[in-house]
């Protein structure tokens, strides 16, 4: 199914990802209480924390397209609308053939002539965090007076025509605002809203869950399957990642992106050039770059995939690696459990189950079941759900 309209269209057709991802620093004018790498925000003597140079970024961006053929990027911080010389790394990827999207809370865009000279420089679309309204947002960030500039941002972006999308995490205390953050997407013109589930990654790993802000899968449903109701009721694109299959009912479970269904979405990150830039020595400021690995090699690092011969196995197909890659990073990276009940379920091979942090803290007795034949297909669900392709994308993904 492909529709077109103006300048995206709207397809269920699957590719792989050419999108690349940069981590400029992490210097951000927030303190999110769930973010990914808050220790690295607050502690400036961490070797993260301090914004690259121009020259080295500009490096790992043509080493995303000559190496790895990335046709896209996510550039994130921190927060990297603050990086110095932003709007010249914006230019300089479209210069090289990679369309840039910057992954930000937008608080500075407030300023119309900053949005203004970020337009112009050539951005392709922002990735706005939305983690809830007025003083539910400024409880979650930590700064007072941000929302008003954020919802400024928005119409900034709007008028100046910057195209944006939005992030939302499924935090506790923002499960009431989902259907509200639904409805300003629909107000405001947000082309895909993502909710995330509360994840452990990075900084997060140390144990900073806790029931305080740690809902249950079950809490989620309900305020979760509304605002996607919303959504999809206006045909705008909506996904939920990192969420078990039966957290869902079957109406949604199109929109559920796990590992194995995250290199499909064209807005996410390509496996192969993410096993590279998400190493420290490429997101911190003084080490050198490392030398590219392919995502063969990558894999052979893993207890999973690093057996004699897969290096040189020739039946081992592209996207049997990007799924070897996937179990990786939920078994070995993220700890994903599964309740002896998963056994049973027809979706247990292309699903995560549930995170190992999340199985701390309460077990994974909601694990209900799908009846039916075993899915082998990581994309059996997601291939039915209507995403947007931008005009840029057409040749990558038709």
């Given amino acids: 199914m492909i529709s077109h309209n103006g300048n995206y269209k709207k397809t269920t057709r699957r590719v792989l990802s050419r ?36 020259d080295k970024a500009r490096s790992i961006c043509s080493t995303l397209v000559d190496v790895y053929g990335n046709r896209a990027i996510d550039i994130q911080g921190g927060e990297p ?11 300089h990827c479209r210069t090289i053939g990679l369309l840039p999207s910057l992954i930000t809370n937008a608080i500075v865009l407030h300023r119309k002539d900053v949005c203004r000279q970020l337009k112009d420089a050539g951005v392709r679309d922002l990735l706005i965090s939305i983690h809830g309204l007025g003083q539910t947002y400024e409880d979650v960030v930590g700064v007072p007076g941000t929302h008003a500039k954020q919802m400024e941002a928005l119409e900034n972006c709007a008028e100046i025509g910057i195209p944006f999308r939005f992030n939302c995490v499924l935090a506790k205390s923002i499960l009431p605002d989902l259907e509200r953050v639904a409805k300003l997407a629909l107000d405001t013109g947000a082309r895909v ?4 589930t509360f994840n452990p990654f990075e900084d997060q790993q140390n144990k900073k869950r806790s029931l305080a802000n740690v809902p249950t899968y079950s809490e989620v449903k309900e ?8 959504l999809a009721s206006r045909g705008v694109e909506c996904n939920v990642r990192y969420l078990p299959f039966c957290m869902l009912d079957e109406e949604f479970r199109p ?15 390509d496996y192969a050039s993410w096993s590279w830039t998400g190493q420290s020595q490429q997101r911190n400021k003084p080490s050198a770059l490392t030398p590219p690995p392919t995502l063969r090699q990558a894999n052979t690092h893993s ?34 459990k599964y309740d002896e009940r998963c056994a049973s379920c027809a979706a247990h091979d292309i699903c995560d189950g549930f995170n190992g942090d999340y199985a701390e803290l309460f077990g994974a007795a909601e694990a209900a079941p799908i009846s039916g034949d075993k899915i082998d297909d990581p994309l059996h669900y997601a291939q039915r759900q209507i995403k947007i392709v931008e005009k840029d994308d057409y040749d990558w993904a038709s």
Avoid at 82 to 87: A, F, L, Q, R, V
Avoid at 303 to 327: C, M, N, V, W
């Fill in 223 to 230: 305020p979760l399957t509304a605002a996607l109701k919303l």
């Fill in 81 to 91: 609308t603050i990086y110095p010389e932003i709007n010249e790394l914006v230019t």
């Fill in 19 to 54: 999108r690349g991802v940069l981590w400029l620093g992490q210097t951000c004018n927030l303190r999110c209480h769930f973010c990914y790498f808050l220790d690295r925000v607050k502690h400036k003597d961490h070797p993260e924390h301090a914004f690259m140079s121009f």
């Fill in 303 to 336: 207890g999973l995939f690093g057996k004699p011969g897969y290096l040189d196995d020739a039946s081992i197909t592209t996207a049997e690696e990007y799924r070897h890659s996937a179990l990786i990073r939920a078994r070995e990276h993220c700890k994903y």
């Fill in 193 to 196: 809203v993502n909710f995330i």
């Fill in 255 to 269: 929109n559920i992106y796990d590992f194995q269904q995250l290199p499909y979405d064209l807005h996410e990150w």
